[in-house]
């Protein structure tokens, strides 16, 4: 798939989430299905894009509906003049790599001490890297995160490249879902 066959326009309203354990979220879209069946993946995708013509490349969040969600910050929504509760204008094309995921310092940790899990880690793909880590963060607590960390460092140490039993996009496994919108 080349970024072209990606690329999508659509409109879309800007909400507030309700509740966010993600201190940063600001305010969030959902793609419409259009948007992201074009795009190459279910799970997490990076894209470049546009709102209201500014500029901005971020990794967007699967769903659990085989779709995605955008995180808007309030820097990007200042610049684009849009607003809460406003219909923005965007454009998104995958972007042609994905770039290199930042690894939690937990799993960093684990794979310093691990050489047999880090050398297989690093020899696998980037997307690859980006479901590990996104099996690892999506847990919900702290002992089932460390569990992950430690069963991810076994499983690339016994040559394991790809995490099994993984629903990046969590349509399967209902684990994934945009923020709910606050109400107005």
Same mark, same amino acid.
């Given at each position: ?41 279910? #799970? ?114 016994? #040559? ?25």
């Amino acid at each position: 798939m080349t970024s072209n066959d990606s690329y999508s326009e659509f409109t879309a309203i800007v909400y507030r989430a309700a509740q966010s354990d993600k201190a940063l979220l600001q305010a969030f879209v959902v793609l419409p299905k259009t948007a992201s069946e074009k795009l190459p993946r279910r #799970g997490r995708t990076t894209v470049n894009g546009h709102i209201n013509g500014v500029a901005f490349q971020a990794t967007l969040e699967p769903d659990g509906q085989l779709s995605h969600w955008l995180a808007l910050s309030g820097q990007l929504l200042e610049a684009a003049g849009a607003t809460i509760g406003s219909s923005a204008s965007f454009d998104i094309t995958a972007a042609e790599q994905e770039p290199e995921p930042e690894v939690p310092t937990d799993l960093q940790q684990a794979l310093a001490v691990s050489p047999d899990a880090s050398t297989v880690w690093h020899d696998t793909t980037t997307i690859a890297r980006l479901d590990w880590i996104h099996w690892i963060t999506s847990a919900k607590q702290t002992k089932t995160r460390a569990k992950r960390v430690s069963d991810a460092c076994n499983m690339l140490a016994e #040559g394991k490249r790809r995490v099994c039993c993984f629903d990046p996009s969590g349509f399967y496994s209902k684990a994934f879902s945009a923020p709910k919108a606050a109400p107005d």
